[in-house]
């Protein structure tokens, strides 16, 4: 009899013990139950958004409406893609999507920039020392003043994925489902959030150590230069409160998309050393109507420049690498320049024999 209360009290501390596992188990299979629910929320949320994509699509190529922006190629700021931005909810497919992750997150882009910029800055001394080089093949009869003295050193940058990395503005573009506009672009230039492209910095240092003036020639509207010198201020990238070495589309007259006229501007003033740029743009002109077989022949032309006097970096998101590839026809539907991106590709079905 003795033993009766504590075979009691075992007995209890045994059922309370098991409750207290029910218990559990059972919070543990609702809170698994809410994150089930919530899953399935969110699935039918991207199903529903992308139906609704669909079906725009589907009214759109019925009843032959054109939604995109109507600017020129001449117009927008060279090199990026014209067109809509839409408010339906984001369908996790976008056509820049793995272009900026890679930009984003790999390794292997700050690896190549930083291996560019290194390449460049190798390059500074020697171009200092000869005082034939220049990398304007325009200006090579043309390294004196009109004194004879030899032209103060300079070295020509774009900005865009060459200093300024706006690979955050493509990553909006994807969240929201849309296309660049010109008013989305310049929003973006306003906010002053570009990050600097990892060797930019070290290598604009260089320049201003060796006295080498550093010239930025960018295709971003000059209504955008306040901005811009601000961004590129507060990532120290140039001097603040220095003198004005950006040079923007339409800040004179004759300074159109095409960068020939500004490199022509500096040439007349200064030794033009190095060139670096994300697109063929940034180094030669190639025509208003040039195709991507057109482009890589003048590359090809100039290879012996690319690495030498001539720096490229990546641009996998825009440039005219991709508007090639639909004639400059930035009126054109987004699905259309897609299917015009689609016929541009080569595979082992499609490719020359020889």
């Given at each position: 009899?003795?033993?009766?209360?504590?075979?009691?009290?075992?007995?209890?501390?045994?059922?309370?013990?098991?409750?207290?596992t029910?218990?559990?188990?059972?919070?543990?299979?609702?809170?698994?139950?809410?994150?089930?629910?919530?899953?399935?929320?969110?699935?039918?949320?991207?199903?529903?958004?992308?139906?609704?994509?669909?079906?725009?699509?589907?009214?759109?190529?019925?009843?032959?409406?054109?939604?995109?922006?109507?600017?020129?190629?001449?117009?927008?700021?060279?090199?990026?893609?014209?067109?809509?931005?839409?408010?339906?909810?984001?369908?996790?497919?976008?056509?820049?999507?793995?272009?900026?992750?890679?930009?984003?997150?790999?390794?292997?882009?700050?690896?190549?920039?930083?291996?560019?910029?290194?390449?460049?800055?190798?390059?500074?001394?020697?171009?200092?020392?000869?005082?034939?080089?220049?990398?304007?093949?325009?200006?090579?009869d043309?390294?004196?003043?009109?004194?004879?003295?030899?032209?103060?050193?300079?070295?020509?940058?774009?900005?865009?994925?060459?200093?300024?990395?706006?690979?955050?503005?493509?990553?909006?573009?994807?969240?929201?489902?849309?296309?660049?506009?010109?008013?989305?672009?310049?929003?973006?230039?306003?906010k002053?959030?570009?990050?600097?492209?990892?060797?930019?910095?070290?290598?604009?240092?260089?320049?201003?150590?060796?006295?080498?003036?550093?010239?930025?020639v960018?295709n971003?509207?000059?209504?955008?230069?306040?901005?811009?010198?601000?961004?590129?201020?507060?990532?120290?990238?140039?001097p603040?409160?220095?003198?004005?070495?950006?040079?923007?589309?339409?800040?004179?007259?004759?300074?159109?998309?095409?960068?020939?006229?500004?490199?022509?501007?500096?040439?007349?003033?200064?030794?033009?050393?190095?060139?670096?740029?994300?697109?063929?743009?940034?180094?030669?002109?190639?025509?208003?109507?040039?195709?991507?077989?057109?482009?890589?022949?003048?590359?090809?032309?100039?290879?012996?420049?690319?690495?030498?006097?001539?720096?490229?970096?990546?641009?996998?998101?825009?440039?005219?690498?991709?508007?090639?590839?639909?004639?400059?026809?930035?009126?054109?539907?987004r699905?259309?320049?897609?299917?015009?991106?689609?016929?541009?590709?080569?595979?082992?079905?499609?490719?020359?024999?020889?």
């Amino acid at each position: 009899m003795r033993l009766l209360p504590f075979f009691m009290t075992f007995v209890i501390v045994i059922f309370a013990s098991g409750c207290g596992t029910a218990v559990q188990e059972l919070a543990k299979a609702k809170q698994q139950q809410a994150n089930a629910e919530q899953a399935l929320a969110k699935a039918e949320k991207a199903a529903e958004g992308l139906r609704q994509v669909v079906e725009r699509v589907k009214n759109e190529q019925a009843t032959g409406k054109d939604e995109s922006n109507h600017s020129t190629g001449e117009d927008q700021d060279a090199g990026q893609p014209v067109g809509e931005s839409v408010d339906e909810a984001t369908p996790l497919v976008h056509e820049d999507l793995d272009a900026t992750a890679w930009v984003q997150t790999s390794a292997e882009y700050p690896s190549i920039t930083l291996q560019t910029y290194r390449a460049a800055k190798s390059r500074l001394d020697a171009a200092l020392a000869d005082s034939t080089w220049t990398a304007f093949a325009a200006q090579q009869d043309k390294l004196t003043d009109e004194d004879g003295k030899p032209l103060p050193p300079a070295v020509i940058l774009d900005v865009d994925e060459t200093v300024l990395d706006n690979s955050g503005f493509q990553a909006e573009l994807i969240i929201n489902g849309g296309e660049y506009t010109p008013d989305i672009w310049h929003a973006w230039v306003e906010k002053r959030k570009a990050r600097p492209v990892p060797g930019a910095k070290a290598f604009l240092d260089a320049c201003r150590s060796a006295g080498v003036t550093t010239y930025l020639v960018t295709n971003r509207e000059f209504k955008a230069e306040e901005a811009t010198r601000k961004n590129l201020e507060e990532l120290h990238l140039i001097p603040a409160g220095g003198a004005d070495v950006i040079l923007s589309k339409r800040e004179q007259e004759d300074w159109t998309s095409d960068k020939t006229s500004r490199r022509e501007f500096v040439a007349a003033t200064h030794r033009i050393l190095l060139m670096v740029g994300d697109d063929l743009n940034d180094f030669a002109y190639a025509g208003k109507n040039h195709t991507a077989a057109s482009r890589r022949k003048i590359a090809a032309e100039n290879n012996s420049l690319f690495g030498d006097k001539w720096f490229l970096l990546p641009n996998p998101n825009y440039g005219g690498w991709e508007r090639s590839l639909y004639e400059f026809n930035d009126r054109l539907p987004r699905e259309k320049k897609l299917q015009a991106k689609h016929a541009g590709l080569w595979t082992s079905e499609t490719v020359d024999s020889d």
